[in-house]
């Protein structure tokens, strides 16, 4: 049952309890005669909103692990504590992990040392294979330019052997003509060995060429051979032990304050996470909805926190997320500790809020529907008519008590409680009659105490 037929149901109870009293005691002509309540009208906000409950927490909730399986050396934080991203949260003890990289390190060193000097043996190596081959190529080329050189000189000889040979003939001169033609023949014969020493020197050359270079290319794949030859193994090693020094010191992730922390100085932890940080810089609630109001509950609509520590001071937000999908179970972010499921809605904290904290236990009213400044009267002081119109009476005085006026209204916004009417006749400080179940135009009333908005009292 709904707070307006709650309300309803304890008016007509209390009427009929009252009624049965008068007949008893002053008879049926009285029930006119009982008190009616009023209601001061006046221009107000009205509005529909839901109450839900939540905690305080931060908006951005992260859980600090660790994979380090050794004991805290130094804390720096505890419950409570705000950090900023990069701040050392506690360091864990690495002398295991130092010193067994140390001695691991002294080894690497030592087979650096004597991969550095095979390194230089090599390379001098290669240097020298490169300036043998330099210098044996030129002693190649000298002998082909004197094998050149000499053939040069022995076919000028020839040319001149064979030019005398020519000129003694033609002279009829015999005998110097066959002196002649046997140097000539002597010095063909030498140009022809010439030829030969010629070749035998250039293959020398390009045997020596071939020599050297096989040289240095068997200096060069001792050197590229090098890389092959190192043990990657020891630095892997390295490598791992330095990522476990590391990890040791622990840093903050971001801002915020410490909300939980399950290790303590000289402890191995024993959890997942070895503390929680949450920023606690822009607060947020979140809230179970029912499945009544969720279709009502959407993003961007106000929202009212109070909580019982900072007594009646009201905290604006509003709502940032819907979650309308039915859950299974939900995870409280500070504990840890799961609940039944349902539909649930996020509730950010407008920022320059001071005096909310993490883990208050909030009230907060979602607002889903707000008009200001307008006249509103409770629920049951509007009358339906046969016609389908609306109409309100006012008690007014006259010189013996008060009288029912009846006035039409258009009914606007309705509320947990109050329903906005609008009426040209009405205004401020009319006394609006609240049980009008048995009201006409024109009857005398008796007014009794004045009505009070549950509102006022409620919800907040």
Same mark, same amino acid.
């Given at each position: 049952?709904?707070?307006?037929?709650?309300?309803?149901?304890?008016?007509?109870l209390?009427?009929?309890?009252?009624?049965?009293?008068?007949?008893?005691?002053?008879?049926?002509?009285? @029930?006119?005669?009982?008190?009616?309540?009023?209601?001061?009208?006046e221009?107000?906000?009205?509005?529909?909103?839901?109450?839900?409950?939540?905690?305080?927490?931060?908006?951005?909730?992260?859980?600090?692990?660790?994979?380090?399986?050794?004991?805290?050396?130094?804390?720096?934080?505890?419950?409570?504590?705000?950090?900023?991203?990069?701040?050392? @949260?506690?360091?864990?003890?690495?002398?295991?992990?130092?010193?067994?990289?140390?001695?691991?390190?002294?080894?690497?060193?030592?087979?650096?040392?004597?991969?550095?000097?095979?390194?230089?043996?090599?390379?001098?190596?290669?240097?020298?294979?490169?300036?043998?081959?330099?210098?044996?190529?030129?002693?190649?080329?000298?002998?082909?330019?004197?094998?050149?050189?000499?053939?040069?000189?022995?076919?000028?000889?020839?040319d001149? +052997?064979?030019?005398?040979?020519?000129?003694a003939?033609?002279?009829?001169?015999?005998?110097?003509?066959?002196?002649?033609?046997?140097?000539?023949?002597?010095?063909?014969?030498?140009?022809?060995?010439?030829?030969?020493?010629?070749?035998?020197?250039?293959? +020398?050359?390009?045997?020596?060429?071939?020599?050297?270079?096989?040289?240095?290319?068997?200096?060069?794949?001792?050197?590229?051979?090098?890389?092959?030859?190192?043990?990657?193994?020891?630095?892997?090693?390295?490598?791992?032990?330095?990522?476990?020094?590391?990890?040791?010191?622990?840093?903050?992730?971001?801002?915020?304050?410490?909300?939980?922390?399950? #290790?303590?100085?000289?402890?191995?932890?024993?959890?997942? +996470?070895?503390?929680?940080?949450e920023?606690?810089?822009?607060?947020?609630?979140?809230?179970?909805?029912?499945e009544?109001?969720i279709?009502?509950?959407?993003?961007?609509?106000?929202?009212?926190?109070?909580?019982?520590a900072?007594?009646?001071?009201?905290?604006?937000?509003?709502?940032?997320?819907?979650?309308?999908?039915?859950?299974?179970?939900?995870?409280?972010?500070?504990?840890?500790?799961?609940?039944?499921?349902?539909?649930?809605?996020?509730?950010?904290?407008?920022?320059?809020?001071?005096?909310?904290?993490?883990?208050?236990?909030?009230?907060?009213?979602?607002?889903?529907?707000?008009?200001?400044?307008?006249?509103?009267?409770?629920y049951?002081?509007?009358?339906?008519?046969?016609?389908?119109?609306?109409?309100?009476?006012?008690?007014?005085?006259?010189?013996?008590?008060?009288?029912?006026?009846?006035?039409?209204?258009?009914?606007?916004?309705?509320?947990?409680?109050?329903?906005?009417?609008?009426?040209?006749?009405?205004?401020?400080?009319? @006394?609006?009659?609240?049980?009008?179940?048995?009201?006409?135009?024109?009857?005398? #009333?008796?007014?009794?105490?004045?009505?009070?908005?549950?509102?006022?009292?409620?919800?907040?």
């Amino acid at each position: 049952m709904n707070k307006k037929a709650l309300l309803r149901t304890a008016a007509v109870l209390s009427i009929s309890a009252t009624l049965l009293y008068s007949t008893v005691s002053c008879g049926v002509s009285d @029930l006119m005669n009982m008190p009616n309540t009023t209601y001061t009208l006046e221009h107000t906000d009205v509005e529909n909103f839901i109450s839900v409950t939540g905690k305080v927490e931060g908006s951005n909730v992260v859980k600090v692990t660790s994979e380090v399986a050794t004991k805290v050396k130094t804390l720096n934080v505890g419950i409570g504590s705000n950090v900023k991203e990069g701040d050392v @949260l506690c360091v864990f003890d690495s002398s295991s992990f130092q010193e067994e990289y140390d001695k691991l390190k002294e080894s690497s060193d030592m087979a650096n040392e004597k991969s550095d000097s095979m390194h230089t043996k090599n390379a001098k190596a290669l240097e020298s294979a490169k300036s043998d081959k330099t210098e044996q190529l030129k002693q190649a080329q000298r002998v082909i330019d004197n094998a050149v050189s000499a053939k040069d000189r022995t076919q000028t000889k020839c040319d001149e +052997a064979y030019d005398a040979m020519n000129e003694a003939y033609d002279a009829g001169n015999y005998e110097l003509y066959a002196t002649k033609k046997a140097e000539y023949d002597q010095y063909s014969e030498a140009v022809i060995q010439s030829d030969s020493a010629i070749q035998d020197a250039k293959d +020398a050359y390009a045997a020596t060429e071939k020599r050297c270079n096989e040289a240095i290319t068997a200096a060069q794949e001792m050197i590229d051979n090098e890389k092959y030859d190192k043990d990657t193994t020891i630095q892997n090693q390295l490598d791992k032990l330095q990522e476990s020094i590391d990890k040791c010191t622990v840093k903050a992730p971001t801002d915020g304050i410490i909300t939980a922390l399950s #290790v303590a100085e000289g402890s191995v932890p024993t959890a997942e +996470a070895i503390m929680t940080i949450e920023d606690n810089s822009k607060l947020r609630i979140n809230v179970s909805i029912n499945e009544a109001d969720i279709l009502n509950v959407a993003e961007g609509q106000k929202a009212v926190i109070t909580t019982s520590a900072t007594g009646e001071e009201k905290f604006s937000g509003k709502v940032s997320r819907v979650v309308n999908i039915m859950s299974g179970q939900k995870e409280n972010a500070l504990t840890g500790e799961t609940s039944g499921g349902g539909y649930s809605a996020e509730i950010t904290i407008d920022e320059g809020t001071t005096n909310l904290l993490i883990g208050m236990s909030a009230k907060v009213k979602i607002i889903m529907d707000q008009k200001d400044d307008v006249l509103a009267v409770p629920y049951d002081s509007i009358k339906e008519n046969d016609d389908g119109t609306f109409s309100v009476f006012v008690a007014e005085k006259n010189d013996k008590g008060y009288k029912a006026k009846e006035f039409k209204v258009q009914k606007g916004m309705e509320t947990n409680y109050l329903t906005e009417i609008s009426s040209s006749e009405l205004k401020d400080g009319d @006394l609006i009659l609240t049980d009008v179940s048995a009201i006409s135009d024109g009857d005398d #009333v008796t007014v009794a105490e004045g009505y009070v908005d549950p509102d006022t009292t409620e919800g907040d």
